[in-house]
C-alpha cells in the first residue's frame, strides 16, 4: 500500500493506522503526484490512498493514468470531488479527518475488489486462444498491450510520444494518458522501431518528430525538450546516434 499526501501530519495519521491493520504492509509515500507515478511503477502496490489537491499533478490526474495500475481510495478535505472520483472507478472516497474504522472499510473493500479482479483475470486468461504469430512478430511490434483493471489496452506506437523507466516497469507516455507496463528497456529495445522510437538513454526513449528544442551544452551534453514540455536528457553515448537520428550537424 501506498500512502499519497503533500501533508506531513496526515500522511503520519495514515501511515499509523494502517500499521496495525491485519494483511497491510505499507510499501512507502509520496508527497506529490509526479513522485507517486514513481512510486507507484517502482512499487506496484495494490492500493494506492490518494490525496486530490496537491503540488504539480492533481490525484485525479494521477487515478486517471492509472490505466493498468492498484486500486484507489481518495483521502481528501474536500467533498466536492466525489463524483469525479467515482466516475474513476476509484474504490472509496474518505473525507479528512479520516476516522479509523472507515479507513478499515474501505482497505476491506478494495481487497474484496482486487480478489475480484485477479479472479476474473485468471478465468479469461485460460479462455484466452493462443494466437498463432502474425507478420508483425518477425520484426518491430506496432502496439503494445498494457494490462489495465478491467483487461488489456492496446496503444499503438505512433502514439507514444516518450517512455522513461522505473525498474522493472515503463511508463509509456501518450499524448494524452500515462501507461505502466512491466517491461525493461533493454526489452523494448529489441521490440520497438528506433526510427519511431529513439533511445536516448539508458532509461528513455523519445520519438524524434516529438521532439521540438534541442539543448547543448559543450560536445557531451544534450537535452531534448519535448512539445509536451518535457525534459530528456541524452546519455552521453547516445549522443552520436541521437544527433544524427535528429539530423543535427
Same mark, same amino acid.
Given at each position: 500500500?501506498?500512502?499519497?499526501?503533500?501533508?506531513?501530519? &496526515?500522511?503520519?495519521? +495514515?501511515?499509523?493506522?494502517?500499521?496495525?491493520?491485519?494483511?497491510?504492509?505499507?510499501? #512507502? %509515500?509520496?508527497?506529490?503526484?509526479?513522485?507517486?507515478?514513481?512510486?507507484?511503477?517502482?512499487?506496484?502496490?495494490?492500493?494506492?490512498?490518494?490525496?486530490?489537491?496537491?503540488?504539480?499533478?492533481?490525484?485525479?490526474?494521477?487515478?486517471?493514468?492509472?490505466?493498468?495500475?492498484?486500486?484507489?481510495?481518495?483521502?481528501?478535505?474536500?467533498?466536492?470531488?466525489?463524483?469525479?472520483?467515482?466516475?474513476?472507478?476509484?474504490?472509496?472516497? +474518505?473525507?479528512?479527518?479520516?476516522?479509523?474504522?472507515?479507513?478499515?472499510?474501505? @482497505?476491506?473493500?478494495?481487497?474484496?475488489?482486487?480478489?475480484?479482479?485477479? &479472479?476474473?483475470?485468471?478465468?479469461?486468461?485460460?479462455?484466452?486462444?493462443?494466437?498463432?504469430?502474425?507478420?508483425?512478430?518477425?520484426?518491430?511490434?506496432?502496439?503494445?498491450?498494457?494490462?489495465?483493471?478491467?483487461?488489456?489496452?492496446?496503444?499503438?506506437?505512433?502514439?507514444?510520444?516518450?517512455?522513461?523507466?522505473?525498474?522493472?516497469?515503463?511508463?509509456?507516455?501518450?499524448?494524452?494518458?500515462?501507461?505502466? +507496463?512491466?517491461?525493461?528497456? %533493454?526489452?523494448?529495445?529489441?521490440? +520497438?522501431?528506433?526510427?519511431?522510437?529513439?533511445?536516448?538513454?539508458?532509461?528513455?526513449?523519445?520519438?524524434?518528430?516529438?521532439? &521540438?528544442?534541442?539543448?547543448?551544452?559543450?560536445? %557531451?551534453?544534450?537535452?531534448?525538450?519535448?512539445?509536451?514540455?518535457?525534459?530528456?536528457? @541524452? #546519455?552521453? %553515448?547516445?549522443?552520436?546516434?541521437?544527433?544524427?537520428?535528429?539530423?543535427?550537424?
Amino acid at each position: 500500500m501506498l500512502v499519497v499526501d503533500d501533508e506531513p501530519l &496526515a500522511a503520519d495519521w +495514515l501511515a499509523r493506522c494502517l500499521k496495525d491493520m491485519p494483511g497491510v504492509e505499507l510499501v #512507502g %509515500s509520496a508527497a506529490d503526484g509526479d513522485e507517486a507515478m514513481e512510486k507507484i511503477a517502482a512499487e506496484r502496490p495494490d492500493l494506492v490512498l490518494l490525496d486530490i489537491q496537491m503540488p504539480g499533478r492533481s490525484g485525479l490526474s494521477v487515478a486517471r493514468a492509472l490505466e493498468n495500475g492498484p486500486e484507489v481510495v481518495f483521502v481528501t478535505a474536500f467533498a466536492e470531488h466525489a463524483p469525479e472520483a467515482f466516475e474513476i472507478e476509484a474504490v472509496d472516497y +474518505l473525507l479528512k479527518p479520516v476516522q479509523v474504522d472507515r479507513l478499515a472499510e474501505a @482497505v476491506r473493500r478494495a481487497r474484496r475488489r482486487r480478489e475480484m479482479r485477479e &479472479a476474473y483475470e485468471r478465468v479469461e486468461a485460460a479462455a484466452r486462444p493462443q494466437e498463432a504469430p502474425g507478420p508483425e512478430t518477425a520484426g518491430y511490434d506496432e502496439e503494445l498491450w498494457i494490462r489495465r483493471r478491467d483487461g488489456y489496452v492496446r496503444v499503438r506506437v505512433d502514439q507514444i510520444r516518450r517512455i522513461e523507466a522505473a525498474r522493472d516497469y515503463a511508463l509509456i507516455h501518450t499524448a494524452t494518458k500515462t501507461y505502466i +507496463l512491466r517491461a525493461t528497456m %533493454s526489452e523494448l529495445a529489441e521490440r +520497438l522501431d528506433p526510427a519511431k522510437l529513439l533511445r536516448v538513454h539508458r532509461s528513455a526513449f523519445v520519438r524524434p518528430d516529438a521532439v &521540438a528544442r534541442v539543448e547543448r551544452s559543450g560536445r %557531451s551534453a544534450m537535452r531534448l525538450h519535448t512539445e509536451d514540455g518535457a525534459a530528456v536528457e @541524452v #546519455g552521453v %553515448s547516445y549522443v552520436k546516434r541521437v544527433s544524427e537520428a535528429l539530423g543535427l550537424d
